[in-house]
T-cell receptor
Framework: GENVEQHPSTLSVQEGDSAVIKCTYS??????FPWYKQELGKRPQLIID?????GEKKDQRIAVTLNKTAKHFSLHITETQPEDSAVYFC????????????FGKGTKLTVNP | EAQVTQNPRYLITVTGKKLTVTCSQN?????MSWYRQDPGLGLRQIYY???????DKGDVPEGYKVSRKEKRNFPLILESPSPNQTSLYFC????????????FGDGTRLSIL
């Protein structure tokens, strides 16, 4: 089955710096890669996603890149702000065939003012 | 308002006492899933359902049952709870076409003594 590895497990940056979180997946059939942000005590919320027919997607300060050949995808946050502090999860899924969604173990991002 | 509603939000119970966590969505979504979240392990999928009367196992189905008799409801049943099922549980739903993000419920914190 699918296995998703996420690195780093913790990340501390200064406000205004960029943050990068990386994930690798094992199943070449995976075709959908969402990223979730979870603030303390709250539900995960989808912040951006990418499908396997796209190499990069951007939404304001957040971007995701996908390298299908290497089976890895990354989340990039630019101009970080204290409110970006949260736990971020990547995930991989094979949409169209099943609804299995496998998550990485998460990255705790701290943005220091 | 589009939402996924879980009940109860918190429950402390004892080993072996059957319990059900309800999940209801008001968005007419075909797909629904259950996840458990444990420190250091991220979110792991327990069961998912792609439509009424269609359910399938996720990565950690042991000790759990689900049913999907109606489109809006997807209860999680613990027939004989054990302490290793102490966790934070999330229900989620999404549209079949995949253009909608996964909507998560607020979570249910279960403690099995």
């Amino acid at each position: 089955g699918e296995n998703v590895e996420q690195h780093p497990s913790t990340l501390s940056v200064q406000e205004g710096d960029s943050a990068v979180i990386k994930c690798t997946y094992s199943d070449s059939a995976s075709n959908y890669f969402p990223w979730y942000k979870q603030e303390l005590g709250k539900r995960p919320q989808l912040i951006i996603d990418i499908r396997s027919n796209v190499g990069e997607k951007k939404d304001q300060r957040i971007a995701v890149t996908l390298n299908k050949t290497a089976k890895h995808f990354s989340l990039h946050i630019t101009e970080t702000q204290p409110e970006d502090s949260a736990v971020y999860f990547c995930a991989a899924s094979t949409q169209g065939g099943s609804e299995k969604l496998v998550f990485g173990k998460g990255t705790k991002l701290t943005v220091n003012p | 308002e589009a939402q996924v509603t879980q009940n109860p939000r918190y429950l402390i119970t004892v080993t072996g006492k059957k319990l059900t966590v309800t999940c209801s969505q008001n968005m007419n979504h075909e797909y629904m899933s259950w996840y458990r979240q444990d420190p250091g392990l991220g979110l792991r999928q327990i069961y998912y359902s792609m439509n009424v009367e269609v359910t399938d196992k996720g990565d950690v189905p042991e000790g759990y049952k689900v049913s999907r008799k109606e489109k809006r409801n997807f209860p999680l049943i613990l027939e004989s709870p054990s302490p290793n099922q102490t966790s934070l549980y999330f229900c989620a739903s999404r549209d079949r076409l995949g253009v909608q993000p996964q909507h998560f419920g607020d979570g249910t914190r279960l403690s099995i003594l």
